[in-house]
């Protein structure tokens, strides 16, 4: 599953005819996206969900900067409300506000990832984060290093389904004001890269660059 098909559409053209494999993007944002993966799972029946997609990282300078390009297999996953986080709002108790991505699935999609840092967390918030600051307090406040609207909203579905789920992101971008215009730059080639780790666990060719 994806957002939208430019972030799949690399790894379509190597799983075109290939029995047991269904790409589909689901839309982008929270609501949306639970909504199109709960018709998706509920239509294909899947054995397993592995999410693809782009995420911008927190933090500043050269350590955040140089990530951009390269591809993450995520870990836990966190609903964030700014709200909340401003002391302005809170969120009820019975809220699920964190999930954890299939251990073995993790695993095994991870053994595609150069070295050995652990699975970063992920934050996930209804609106992409504009401000530094802003992101480095997310951060803090889950210990995520990465933000995408979707994924724990995929999560859930998967959960609520009972099928393993698991999630490849390409970095696109720092959170940061310059946060948009570095993913109209970078989004492509980070899909590419989170399609290619997806191609290499499916045992399919490389994606093209």
Known sequence: MSAF?????????????????????????????????????????PARVIFVGTAGIYGRGKAATAAIGSV?????????SMAALRGDGYLPGPMILRVETSPELRLALAAHVPGEAPPPGVACPMAITRSESLGL????????SLENLETFSVARAAKAA?????????IANRVA??????????????????CDLVA??????????
Not at 200 to 209: V, W
């Open 5 to 45: 098909e430019p972030e799949v559409e690399s790894l379509r053209r190597l799983v075109r005819g290939v029995r047991g494999i269904s790409l589909k993007p689901i839309g982008i944002g929270a609501v949306d996206a639970a909504v199109g993966a709960t018709r998706a799972i509920a239509a294909a029946r």
């Open 177 to 194: 004001p310059i946060g948009h215009e570095q993913w109209l730059r970078h989004h492509r080639e980070a899909s590419r890269a989170a």
């Open 200 to 209: 290499r666990f499916l045992e399919l060719a490389p994606a093209a660059s």
């Open 72 to 80: 993450a297999v995520a870990g836990e996953l966190f609903c964030v």
């Open 162 to 170: 009972g099928v393993p789920f698991g999630a490849v992101l390409g």
């Open 137 to 144: 307090r997310i951060a803090a406040a889950t210990g995520a």
